[in-house]
């Protein structure tokens, strides 16, 4: 089972993400091109940029059909482990977004902290942000602001009328130094991780080459997934809809006790409307 290191904890906790030592099997890959493949063919008038709960086969109300297989990654016990070294031994998974960008017209992705759009309080989660393809600065990686997360704090986000751009929030560019940007270049089956405070972002995918990742969500088993708040997530431009979300308790509990655990779970032998 693979470790983080101490380094490696403590560099995820002083800059807010970390790119692991850790590659997925060449094979696994192949694997997940496929099922990516699979996704896109099934959801064609969804852009590849917003195929959000891509790990729900029959969509929990937010319109994408995903595949099984992307369930099976963010239960991938080596991916679980991982992140319960860095938000502690309760790991709750509660989403999965495929972010696709193809070549030529892969679409930004704004400046943002994750933690403006989640229902999730206190607020708290990983991402394990997965390379299908190489992501590269020349084909829109995932860019960070090192250390951004460390005040804890949520900056005004301001709204963008355009339709070319993933989000349409983006934080205020006086809240940060866009100046700091560091590049997250991965090979396919590399993956970084990223603290919910952190912020973030990515440029569009001006080369031939398309650019896939797939953002697993994780939070620790002492936060709540309050249902009630939708939040700003309710504006962005396509369907995001926490009330039917399934969550899986991966390891440990739910220290809360407010987590439920059983809505938007198929009963067995049933099929979602
Ligand atoms: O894939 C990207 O470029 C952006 C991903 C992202 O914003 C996220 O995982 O929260």
């Known amino acids: 089972m693979n470790q983080l290191s101490p380094t490696e904890i403590a560099s995820y906790e002083s800059e807010g993400y970390l790119v692991p030592d850790y590659r997925l099997p060449r094979e696994r890959v192949a694997s997940l091109r496929k099922a990516l493949d699979r996704v896109i063919e099934s959801n064609p008038d969804t852009r590849p940029e917003q195929l959000v709960s891509a790990h729900l086969e029959q ?6 059909r995903g595949d099984n297989e992307f369930l099976e990654l963010a239960m991938d016990p080596e991916l679980v482990n991982m992140v319960s070294q860095v938000i502690g031994p309760d790991v709750i998974l509660w989403g999965c977004q495929i972010f696709c ?71 205020d560019a006086a809240a940060f130094n866009e100046a700091q940007a560091i590049d997250i270049e991965l090979e396919a089956g590399q993956l970084s991780l990223h603290d919910v405070y952190l912020v973030h972002g990515s440029n569009p995918n001006l080369s031939i080459r398309r650019r896939a990742g797939i953002a697993i969500r994780y939070m620790p088993g002492s936060s709540h997934f309050n249902r009630e708040i939708a939040g700003p997530s309710a504006e962005v431009s396509y369907t995001i809809d926490f009330s039917q979300r399934p969550l899986w308790l991966l390891r440990g509990e739910d220290q809360t006790g407010l987590n439920d655990l059983q809505v938007g779970h198929k009963p067995p032998g049933t099929s979602r409307s």
């Open 59 to 64: 969509s929990a109300g937010e319109g994408v």
């Open 101 to 171: 960008k193809p070549g030529g017209d892969g679409m930004e992705v704004p400046w943002h902290q994750d933690g403006h759009y989640w229902p999730i309080r206190p607020l708290a989660t990983c991402t394990a942000w997965i390379a299908i393809d190489d992501s590269l600065a020349d084909n829109g990686c995932l860019r960070v602001i090192p250390a951004s997360h460390r005040q804890e704090k949520l900056h005004a986000h301001l709204k963008e009328d355009r339709n070319d751009v993933v989000l349409n929030q983006r934080v």
